[in-house]
């Protein structure tokens, strides 16, 4: 039972064109929610985050929003560069679970020059 | 970027050996983490750690065992190693259990 969905495996845009990757969950009890972006033979890295009680939240290129009636999120990445090519997972914090972060599988974002 | 090592980084086994794998913080955080990595299942939480010497067992805590004598190691370990096993194993680390969590390099374990 996934309760964290990243659709898609990969996403493939043009550098300087806007990126967008969604997650969709199904447990309403989740109230926060993370992004982490993960180079090859590196460990993820946090990228942003939203509470449940905002719908946006921004840090430079990155922008989360956050859709709870439709239990969806998304980053998006403007303007993309070749170096934002990695895996970007969704995470979800709550759930009934203490301690547990449940993450999506992840959607390999490759920016091409 | 957090304090966490993991050790080795690298390791080849054989079915039916033990193997342990370690994680070491300097940040002094009260929480820690072994995931698992693996092709079409992102990340997958083994067991965790709210103290010292409190642990809990994750979604896919069989086969595992984990100890945490000082707040700074967290030790995963894997009693009889399987095929299955076979796998990129992160540690990661968290002040709050409601904060983001910072993760370790990874160990990249192969079971032959």
């Known amino acids: 039972d996934q309760q964290v969905k990243q659709n898609s495996p990969s996403l493939s845009v043009q550098e300087g064109r806007i990126s967008i990757l969604n997650c969709d969950y199904t447990n309403s009890m989740f109230d926060y929610f993370l992004w982490y972006k993960k180079y090859p033979a590196e460990g993820p890295t946090f990228l942003i985050s939203?509470?449940?009680?905002?719908d946006k939240n921004e840090d430079g290129r990155f922008t989360v929003f956050l859709n709870k009636s439709a239990k969806h999120l998304s980053l998006h990445i403007v303007p993309s560069q070749p170096g934002d090519s990695a895996v970007y997972f969704c995470?979800?914090?709550?759930?009934?679970?203490?301690?547990?972060?449940?993450f999506g599988k992840g959607t390999l974002l490759t920016v091409n020059p | 970027d957090a304090g966490i090592t993991q050790s080795p980084r690298h390791k080849v086994t054989e079915t039916g050996t033990p193997v342990t794998l370690r994680c070491h913080q300097t940040?002094?955080?009260?929480?820690m983490y072994w995931y698992r990595q693996d092709p079409g299942h992102g990340l997958r939480l083994i067991h965790y750690s709210y103290g010292v010497k409190d642990t809990d067992k994750g979604e896919v805590s069989d086969g595992y065992s984990v100890s945490r004598s000082k707040t700074e190691d967290f030790l995963l370990t894997l009693e009889s190693a399987t095929s299955s096993q076979t796998s990129v194993y992160f540690c990661a680390i968290s002040e709050s259990e409601r904060l983001e969590q910072y993760f370790g390099p990874g160990t990249r374990l192969t079971v032959t």
């Open positions: 940040e002094n955080h009260r929480y």
């Open positions: 939203i509470s449940s009680i905002k």
């Open positions: 995470a979800a914090w709550g759930g009934g679970s203490n301690y547990k972060l449940t």
